[in-house]
């Protein structure tokens, strides 16, 4: 760093007045220490209110961000409650090795259904001629594979299947064959079996009538026998392993089929995975009783309200970190009004909103569960109170989801997260002035040194000559 002429000169009177304090010339007084001093005291008061200000900040910005974490925690339990299906009428089929059944949401499931499995959906397996091995050439061209329904000698193509082309290159291997059909994904896999035959390609489709295929082959002239992978169920090569079929079942004895063996739509709400084929002896599907999960999620939910309401009491109480934010306000307002605000807009049942469901707002706000209404709705309104937990635009968990998200929105200056993004700016804000005011503290304390210190020069000068002089006049005194 290039040393200026003021520098140099400042740096010289302080050596000046060390060497002068040293001897004990100049005033005796430590100018370094003084100007120090008197720069931290012309500063302290507002660093003394900056510091205040930074601890306030601090305080407030822990303790909105302690009850936005209990709310998250609150919003995260809940939503995993309700997604679970724990709280709603699960179906449960009698016969387990028959079907599996699970909830779709796309209703409220009642009553109880008999299902027969008379056939399971299956999908085509295939096994082609014979080679030595699965190393060998099989020449080159294209395969096509076509969809549609296999019956007996005859296929029936299905048109809103489009057929697709696998090319197969020159010097290709069996295996090589089976990587690209599988790389094609046309809803077919293949694979090489080593069987006591030889090495055959497998080829298996997806479940369903109309997912039956036939494979065709193009050859290229100049390297033949790829037709030697070619099937038709009339060509009489290769061997059909099973045929493509749908499955059929009757649910309450009416008869239905499926392309699949997952059914969406034959029980409203419910899912069903069959698995096995239970002939001429119906099973059951029924659905659980809730009431006991309902009442006890019920309140759990009134006791984690209750801790978030009590932090924020405390901390709105007169004096306290948040007294004046208007997103705390605005929080116990939402939360203060939860009870009686309609979660299910347009039910016909008792079960419309949280009050109905046992939950009380009390004077101080604090939050109290009405275990009496509770079961008199759970028992005359038992579809009304489960439809409340289940996913969607309205129920529990959605209308506190949404007072959840309006309370942490860090966009939202009325909100407690709009509070936390504003005192965390105010902060940062405040770290910065303290930096500024640093460094006008440094420059005030450099200044006075360097006034001081040339002051503390000039007067050891003065000091120099006066005692010269008083020597001398003493000298002149004696030779009289």
């Not at 709400?269 to 309902?294: C, E, R, Y």
Request: aromatic residues 4%; proline residues 3%; glycine residues 10%.
């Amino acid at each position: 760093m290039a040393i200026t002429p003021t520098s140099t000169a400042s740096t010289s009177l302080l050596t000046t007045s060390s060497l002068v304090t040293a001897l004990g010339g100049g005033s005796g007084v430590d100018m370094t220490a003084l100007a120090n001093n008197l720069a931290v005291a012309q500063f302290a008061s507002r660093n003394d209110r900056l510091t205040s200000r930074s601890d306030q900040l601090d305080t407030q910005i822990s303790t909105a961000s302690n009850i936005r974490s209990m709310l998250l925690g609150l919003n995260t339990s809940l939503g995993t409650l309700v997604r679970s299906g724990d709280l709603a009428r699960k179906p449960a089929v009698a016969n387990v090795a028959v079907a599996s059944a699970s909830l779709t949401g796309s209703a409220t499931p009642k009553g109880t259904y008999s299902l027969e499995v008379t056939q399971l959906a299956k999908g085509q397996q295939l096994a082609g001629n014979a080679y030595g091995a699965a190393t060998d050439k099989v020449g080159a061209g294209t395969l096509t594979l076509r969809f549609g329904t296999v019956s007996g000698t005859g296929f029936s193509p299905d048109v809103a299947h489009a057929p697709v082309d696998v090319t197969i290159v020159a010097g290709s291997s069996l295996a090589d064959v089976a990587r690209a059909i599988n790389a094609a994904n046309a809803g077919v896999s293949a694979y090489v079996a080593q069987t006591v035959d030889g090495a055959q390609l497998v080829l298996k489709g997806q479940e369903g009538a109309a997912n039956g295929f036939v494979l065709e082959a193009a050859e290229d002239p100049a390297t033949p026998g790829l037709s030697g992978l070619a099937w038709n169920p009339s060509s009489g090569t290769g061997q059909l392993l099973a045929a493509a079929q749908d499955a059929a079942f009757k649910v309450d004895g009416l008869a239905m089929s499926a392309k699949s063996n997952t059914i969406g739509d034959a029980i409203p709400g419910v899912k069903l995975q069959l698995s096995a084929t239970n002939l001429g002896t119906p099973t059951m599907v029924s659905f659980a009783n809730p009431a006991m999960s309902i009442a006890a999620a019920m309140q759990d939910f009134t006791d984690a309200l209750n801790e978030v309401m009590s932090a924020l009491n405390a901390a709105t109480a007169i004096g306290a970190e948040l007294a004046s934010d208007g997103g705390a306000r605005a929080l116990k307002r939402a939360l203060s009004g939860l009870a009686g605000s309609t979660i299910m807009p347009g039910a016909t049942g008792m079960a419309k909103t949280l009050a109905d469901l046992g939950l009380k707002t009390q004077r101080d706000g604090s939050f109290a569960l009405d275990t009496e209404r509770l079961n008199a709705v759970l028992a005359a309104d038992p579809e009304g109170v489960t439809a409340m937990f289940t996913n969607g635009l309205n129920g529990v968990y959605a209308s506190y989801d949404r007072i959840y998200r309006a309370a942490t929105s860090a966009t939202d200056g009325g909100s407690l997260g709009g509070s936390i993004a504003r005192y965390t700016k105010m902060r940062s804000q405040i770290a910065q002035d303290r930096t500024d005011l640093a460094e006008q503290q440094e420059k005030l304390r450099a200044r006075l040194t360097s006034q001081f210190s040339a002051s503390e020069a000039r007067i050891g000068v003065s000091k120099s000559t006066l005692t010269m002089l008083q020597n001398q006049i003493a000298q002149w005194n004696k030779s009289r």
